[in-house]
Structures are given as C-alpha cells and as structure tokens.
C-alpha cells in the first residue's frame, strides 16, 4: 500500500463512524506484517504535510507493532518482521528523529535530563540540579493528583493518563524510585489496580453497546487517553525494570482476589476486581511464562480461574476472557 492510501486507513481508524474505524483497523491489522510496512509507517510519522492526529496513530502503531512483534518472548512464534525492515528501520530512525517537531525533541531532551547517565559535563550539571531541585516534586505533585482518585476524588482520565506515564518513565531511574518505594504498595494496590478493574463508565457502555466495550479494548488510540492503558504499561514497566520483591507481592495480591472471589457467595462476589485481575495476569503472561515458579503453575491457573467464566453469567467476564492475552498464555 502507497503512503496516501495507508494515511486513509489511519484517518479512518480515527473516524466516529464504528464501521469506518473497525474496517480501518482490520486493515492495518492485515497490513503490518507486509513488507517495508513499518517504514512506510515511520515516513507517516515525520511527514510535515500530514495532518498532526494521522501521524499520531501512525507513531501508535508503530510503537505497539514492534514492541510486539520486533523480538518475540516465544521462540516458538518466530520472527515476524522481515529482517530487511529491521536493517531499513535502523538505517533510518535517526535520521527520522531529527526530522520530528521541534518541541517534541526538547520534550524528549528535557526528560532525560533527571537520567545522572548523560555523559556531557555541562548536560550533566543541568540534570543534577534539575533531579535534587525538580524531578522529585514534580513526582510529589503527581503522588498527592493520584491520591484524589484513590480517596474517591475526579481527575481527567488524560490526566491521570499523563502521570502515570511520568511514573512509568521514573521506575528505571534509581533516585526516582527510591522516592516512590515507600509508597509503592499504596501506588500498586489502591492506584494501579483500581484502574484495571470494571468500573461504573464500562458498565454503562457495556449495558448501551456491548460491542462498542470490547472494541475498545483493541483501539491503539486508547493509548493516548485511557487510565487503564498507562496503569498496564507502569505494571509492565515495574515487573520489567523492578521485579524483584514487586512481582511475587503482586501475584499473591492477583491470587488472593481469585480466592476471595471463589470463596464468596454468588449475590456478593467481586466480579468487578475479578475482571482487574484478568487483566493483571493477562497483561503480565509473557514474563509470567519465563519466570519460575509461576510457568509451572498457569495451567492450574487457567483451569482453576479463567476457563470457568467462559460460562459466567456475568457478561464483562466472558468478554475479558477472550479478549485479554489469555491466548499468549495457552500457547
């Protein structure tokens, strides 16, 4: 496909239409394992002619796409991407990064100045005083945002989007998470995991349009908005970068909302931390699969937890079921 024809079919996954969008997306799912698709996508994204919105959906799904797909976990899978894209994506990338708005790379530049790493001495004086005077306020000041939606308060689901973001980008930078360790298991288990579960807006579009709820769950544009995404993306982010001691704390809290939710009558079960919970150990399958002893326990798992609400009554769980990872899991 030609640049402008693949610039239609992101325009279109934009639409307001659901038909246009879900056609659109069915289309790049069908295209992004073509050859030089990826390119094409990265010569979308620095393409000051387009319109701003196409070359973010482009720079969206080339993100997801090669986070994916560039080095599979399952050796199994095999490599999908044909090793002339990755050799032309290489060739390329920088030279595309320096074609990017001007204000994304000072972004960009500005946030790496809380990372003591740089080498330049004058870029690293900067980012000392930006670290002691400024980087751990800002985290303070996102803390004390986050702590309005744990005590039941309103933010923007942008914003809170955005500061989980921030956070996500502070786990692998050791100062930075030695300020927000001490507070980890609140951040974890009354931030972080509230914002995986069903909650009231979902039961809302559920109960309106069923189809619509688990669309959304495959739209690359709730990226760029939804609390839900970024809550993912920081679990992803702290198992990765800080696994120990966070990983084992976080299945057995995963494990002890499965055992609740057995254990409790029909009229009182938390279905809602259930469908969380889904979406936790769906989200973490991959590192789960490599790491002992939790490979040698998901076909328990699965038996035990997840096949049984294939027949739920609750409709939000069979949807979850088969919408979330699960599959990377089975096999």
Known sequence: MDLPSLAVVLRAALSHTPDERKTAEASLDQLQFTPQH?????????????????????????????????????????????ESD????????LGFITQLPPLL??????????????????SKAFAQMFQKTYAGKILGCHLQLLNAIRTGGYLPDRVINLILQYLTNSIPKNSMYQL?????????????????????????????????????????????????????DFVN??????????????????????????????????????????LAI?????RLKQTDPYKGELERMLVQHVFPEFSSHVGHLRAKVVQSTWLAVVF
């Open 38 to 82: 990826l390119v094409r996508l990265l010569q979308i994204i620095v393409d000051g002619n387009c319109d701003l919105a196409v070359r973010q959906v482009a720079s969206i799904h080339f993100k997801n796409f090669v986070s994916k797909n560039w080095s599979p976990t399952d050796p199994e899978e095999g490599h999908k991407v044909p």
């Open 86 to 93: 990755k050799a032309m994506v290489r060739e390329n990338i």
């Open 105 to 122: 790379r000072y972004i960009s530049t500005f946030l790496q100045f809380a990372d003591m790493k740089i080498q330049k001495q004058e």
């Open 180 to 232: 927000m360790q001490p507070q980890m298991d609140i951040i974890l288990f009354e931030i972080i995991f509230p914002l995986l579960c069903f909650n009231d807006n979902d039961q809302m579009l559920w109960d309106e349009d069923p189809h619509e709820y688990v669309r959304k769950g495959y739209d690359i544009i709730e990226d760029l908005y939804s609390p839900r995404t970024a809550a993912m």
């Open 237 to 278: 982010e702290l198992v990765r970068k800080r696994g120990k001691g966070n990983l084992q704390k976080f299945i057995q809290f995963i494990v002890g909302i499965f055992m609740r939710y057995d254990e409790t009558s029909i009229e009182l079960k938390p279905y809602r931390q259930k469908d969380g919970a889904l």
């Open 282 to 286: 769906g989200t973490l399958c991959d």
